[in-house]
Structures are given as C-alpha cells and as structure tokens.
C-alpha cells in the first residue's frame, strides 16, 4: 500500500491539542477533530504523522500516541508562558514556537516529505519550516478572517480589538501567496476566498471534512438508543461557547417552540472547564435570555462530551441544531447526520453545499426567529418528515464523506501540488 509519502507534520498551534481531544474547551473545536482524523486515516495507509502543537501545560507529556494509532503522535512544542493563551494573541509566539519547533526537529534528525499547517497561526509557522528545511507546504485555513467579519456584527473597532482582523487578513493574503497549495472546506469558503481575497490561483482545492463512519452511524433494526442521563425528549446543540456560534438566537426561537410543544428540552454540549472571558460573556448572556424567556428548566448544559458518549447522545436527539452566525462547515452536523439525525443548520454557512434543504435537512435564517421555531415546531410534529430526512443525510455522509476517502483525497492533493 505504497503512496509516495512516508513522514508528514501536521500544525496545529491554538487551542487544547489532546490526542482524546477535549471539544468545547477554549479554541478547541472541530479543527482539532479535523487535523486528529486526517492524521488517523494517513497513518492507516502506512503514512507516519506527528501533529505539532504549542505546550503550554506541564501535566501534559510532551510526546503522546494517538488511541489504537502507533504511527501518529502529538509532539508538544514550548513557547512563551505556561499558560493558555487564545487564539488572537498567539501571534507573538509564533517566532520563539517555530524556533523550537525546528531544533526539535534537527535534533530528533527527521524528514518530514511535508508540512501541512491549519488556521492562520499555524500557516504562518509553516512557510518558516517549509523555507528553513526547504520542504513543500499546504494549507487549510479552516476559516477565513475576512468572512468571519463580514458576517459578525457590532462596532468595527470593538471587533478588530477583540478578534484582531487586520493582522490576521494580512498573514492570510501571506500564507496563501507563499505555499504550495491549499484546501478549503467548502465551495462556499473557495468562493469567499477569491471574492474577499481576490486569489484566483489554481493551486487551491475543496476538501470538506469527514465523518467517522464507525463511530457515527444510525442504530440498526431493532436495536435500542443506549440509555444516557440526558431527557426523555430533546434538540441537540453540541459547540464551543462563543459568540459567532448564534446561541442567542436558537434560546430565542425554542422559547417560541415551548409555547407549543412543552415536553422537549434543549441540550447544549460544549464549553470550558475554565472559561475564558468571552466565554463566560456568552454564558452570562444565555442565562439572561433563560430567565427573561422563563425556559430555565428547559435548558439543559452538560458542558464537555466524553468521547464514549457522543454518538449516544446523537442518536438519541430529536434533531441537531446548528445556528451559527458564522461556520466555515460545521463537523457536528456531519456526524448528527451520519447518525441518521436530521439537522437544522443555518444556510449561511459551508455545510449549505453538503445538505439539500427539505432532502437531508433543513436550511434555515437563524436571525429569522419565526423561521427558525417553525422549523424545529416542523420536525417535532413530523415524525415521518424527520426519519425520513435522517435516513437520507445518514446514507449521504456514509457514501461520500468517510475520512478513509477525506484522506485518499489528501494523498492525491500533496503529490498534484509538491
């Protein structure tokens, strides 16, 4: 099973990096998902994988196995304080971490046939390794600075202080000029890059992400949900906390959903142990919006999944729900739907060129709160509707989006672009 490639290094340089990844905590979402199953089904066609992150926690080694995965591991990279720091001010310690990170490489004596960065922090430690070990590089940006503004609203200069937009635009426009080719999550994102960005290049391709089609798949005939401690009866959220993600909006519309229908309950999955502060905004102004809607008790917060709970608490959902203000793609409503449960995801974002609105899901303004309630009203009257649109997103996904055929599509991408 020979592919060319023996040795690549993924980047990976925000956010908590865990080879049992801890989804929901602080700059810890589907990328990191993302970067860990594309390194898991390299590895499976005899590719070896180091993932390179920044270390920041002396209780983490800096070296670890991915599961059940010998030739993919973690190395953990120090650089600046032993502290968290988030995403938008990492930049200043992105020279020290590529510093680090290529005398770890020289000393551990490795050939690496490539290196692949994802989101602008890691792009632009990748041109540097790629120049200093004279390597081809690509890119996934994951998401797009300038798309992320144009969608966001509030003051311009509140914004650009908090998500520093300028800066990161300009390592972006870099990143995209310097590597060898790049992939985008969607023919939304490819179009956002050429209309936002004006890149034009032929160096670029759509690979969205995959599904792990063993983990997340519907409950076969005559098989029961596993019992969890979640509601009899429910709508599924599962994201980081923040402010893009449009909880304000989806509190808004199932408050409106309770005036119809009172036994369903609304479960969100995700969020830190330790929240940063824009987190703890987020949280604070849920809370109000709970009281003020008088849907307390129907709320229901279990903070971070564990992994062995996850495609229970899919199967046993009502449906997924997806408000986002701004999302690239969206993984979680691949593997809701893989799981045979239909989503209601914002039409907005990259998933809009994977589900067909009224085929294997439904596609929704979630700024447009009458909209947004009679969708999920919809789906909970309309039990024949609702199967029907999670048996077609669930062979959807299983056809044509496994990360067995993510990274066959990888393979061919590096040897087209090195």
């Not at 680090?100 to 692949?116: G, M, P, Q, T, V």
């Not at 990143?175 to 080719?181: A, E, Q, S, V, Y």
């Not at 599904?211 to 994201?239: D, M, Q």
């Not at 899901?361 to 700024?367: A, C, E, N, Y």
Request: proline content about 5%.
């Amino acid at each position: 099973m020979t592919t060319g490639f023996k040795h690549i290094a993924m980047l990976s340089t925000h956010g908590y990096f865990d080879p049992k990844p801890l989804l929901g905590e602080t700059d810890t979402g589907g990328q990191v998902l993302y970067v860990l199953e594309l390194s898991k089904a390299l590895a499976k066609r005899g590719i070896k994988v180091d993932i390179y992150t920044r270390w920041f926690d002396h209780n983490r080694h800096q070296i670890e196995q991915l599961p059940g995965c010998p030739d993919a591991r973690v190395i953990r990279i120090p650089s600046g304080p032993w502290e968290f720091v988030i995403k938008e001010e990492i930049y200043k310690l992105l020279p020290e971490l590529t510093d680090n990170l290529s005398a770890f490489i020289r000393e551990n004596n490795i050939d690496y046939d490539l290196f692949h960065g994802h989101y602008v922090d890691a792009g632009i430690v990748t041109i540097d390794l790629a120049r200093l070990f004279n390597k081809p590089a690509f890119f996934t940006a994951h998401s797009l600075g300038a798309w992320k503004r144009e969608r966001m609203e509030g003051d311009p200069d509140v914004m650009e202080r908090e998500f520093n937009f300028n800066h990161r635009i300009s390592e972006e426009k870099r990143i995209f000029d310097t590597l060898n080719g790049h992939t985008v999550t969607s023919l939304l994102q490819l179009e956002k890059l050429i209309s936002l960005y004006g890149y034009r290049e032929d160096n670029v391709e759509v690979i969205p992400p995959g599904v792990n089609i063993h983990k997340f798949k519907p409950l076969a005939p005559g098989e029961f949900p596993r019992k969890t401690k979640l509601p009899e009866k429910y709508i599924f959220c599962l994201s980081r906390i923040d402010s893009n993600k449009g909880y304000d909006l989806l509190l808004n519309a199932f408050a409106r959903v309770c005036e119809k229908i009172d036994d369903v309950y609304l479960v969100t999955g995700g969020g830190s142990a330790n929240p940063q502060p824009r987190e703890t905004e987020v949280l604070d102004m849920m809370h109000r919006i709970m009281l003020e809607k008088g849907i307390t008790k129907k709320i229901y917060f279990t903070g971070h999944v564990e992994e062995n709970l996850m495609a229970s608490y899919y199967q046993n959902a009502q449906f997924f729900v997806m408000p986002s203000i701004f999302e690239p793609f969206g993984m979680t409503a691949q593997e809701s739907m893989a799981s045979g449960i239909p989503v209601i995801a914002s039409r907005f974002g990259g998933i809009n060129t994977v589900l067909t609105h009224e085929k294997d899901g439904l596609l929704i303004d979630p700024k447009n709160e009458d909209e947004f309630a009679s969708s999920m009203i919809r789906l909970l009257e309309d039990r024949d509707f609702r199967d029907q649109l999670g048996k077609a997103a669930s062979i959807l996904i299983r056809q044509n989006y496994s990360w067995e055929a993510m990274a066959e599509r990888h393979l061919t991408f590096y040897k087209k672009y090195c």
